[in-house]
């Protein structure tokens, strides 16, 4: 396998044109001040000691070093050793409620947060899976594609806030959907939808959703955060509640019942999360219980430098390039190697 440990410097090889362009350039402006003088052709008579192809050798010389010493910043490589290992992992996908109602704090410090902090520790716990985030409201898109750099999925994690959607509500049906395309083309690998919500669906569906996930071998696990007897729903930044039409303070519940029928119909199982750490432990539970796919890998462990060949390239082409005089040596025009008969 061949590779560069620094690839970022292999961008410095766009000057390379750059540089011949701009020679080419300043051979043509030079042309066209001889032309001035009389014929290119009767002026060549009388600069005998010129030579255009040395100078055109001299500048190829110049840049072929160039290049040379860019590849050997870029360090390449090939491996000389393949390590073949079996690794095990699933693909997760985190569809998270951020509507205004997760903003609650029947669930503290609030049921977003709540949440948030259970992710974050299911993440802290990956080794060989794959994690990816959907958010949704009223509607939803994928925050993070499915992935296993854990630190980005942390970084997005923490960046999840009810006013990245405008269109309030829940649309639990569209986030299994979506989730459900979020997925690698990886055959023989576990996958399962970890869906966070409070329970008000506004749009419906949601169970034909899951259930649609499950024909496609994908497990929806519900997380319910929140109370069944319900808390007033804060307005972000301030001290006051979201009212209905009557003015009154709107009490967002738990629907738990809800919940259940969503996790039933996508072949995975409901996770009640309260106050306490009991949702975190069964929901380690469940993501150790997945069938985790067996999938075979080849790495190259070893890999031997090859920049030393680019460098003594550049070295030696630099020489040439000293000892190459821009004009005919007459000196040499007197030795003869061969004389003749």
Not at 15 to 43: F, N, T
Not at 236 to 257: A, K, R
Not at 258 to 271: D, E, F, L, T, V
Not at 302 to 327: H, W
Request: overall charge neutral; glycine content about 6%; proline content about 3%.
């Amino acid at each position: 396998m061949f590779r560069f440990e620094n690839p970022i410097y292999l961008y410095a090889l766009a000057i390379i044109p750059l540089l011949a362009l701009l020679y080419y350039y300043s051979s043509y402006r030079r042309k066209k001040r001889l032309r001035r003088y009389g014929d290119p052709h009767l002026l060549r008579e009388f600069m005998i000691d010129v030579s255009l192809w040395r100078s055109q050798t001299k500048a190829w010389l110049l840049l072929l070093a160039l290049t040379s010493l860019i590849i050997a910043a870029a360090r390449p490589q090939f491996g000389t050793k393949i390590d073949t290992s079996e690794r095990n992992g699933i693909e997760a996908i985190i569809a998270m409620d951020v509507s205004n109602s997760m903003l609650a704090n029947d669930v503290r410090p609030s049921r977003l947060d709540k949440a948030k902090m259970l992710v974050s520790n299911m993440v802290d716990d990956m080794r060989d899976d794959k994690v990816g985030l959907v958010v949704y409201a009223g509607q939803a898109f994928v925050q993070l594609p499915i992935t296993n750099d854990y630190v980005s999925a942390k970084m997005f994690l923490d960046g999840i806030d009810p006013s990245m959607i405008a269109t309030q509500g829940t649309d639990i049906a569209t986030a299994i959907d979506l989730a459900s395309r979020s997925f690698t083309q990886k055959k023989d690998v576990s996958r399962a939808i970890f869906l966070i919500t409070d329970g008000e669906d506004n749009e419906g569906g949601a169970v034909e959703a899951a259930k649609e996930a499950a024909k496609k071998g994908i497990r929806v696990y519900i997380l319910g955060v929140g109370s069944p007897d319900g808390a007033h729903v804060p307005i972000p930044g301030t001290t006051q509640y979201f009212i209905d039409d009557q003015g009154n303070p709107i009490v967002s519940c738990l629907n738990e019942e809800m919940c259940r029928q969503i996790a039933r119909a996508g072949n995975g199982a409901y996770i009640y999360v309260d106050n306490s750490s009991s949702a975190q432990k069964e929901l380690s539970k469940y993501v150790d219980k997945l069938a985790k796919a067996k999938l075979e890998s080849q790495i190259y462990s070893e890999f031997d430098e090859q920049y030393q060949g680019f460098i003594i390239l550049a070295l030696f082409l630099l020489l040439v390039d000293m000892c190459l005089l821009e004009r005919k040596n007459h000196i040499l025009q007197n030795f003869h190697l061969f004389s003749k008969g």
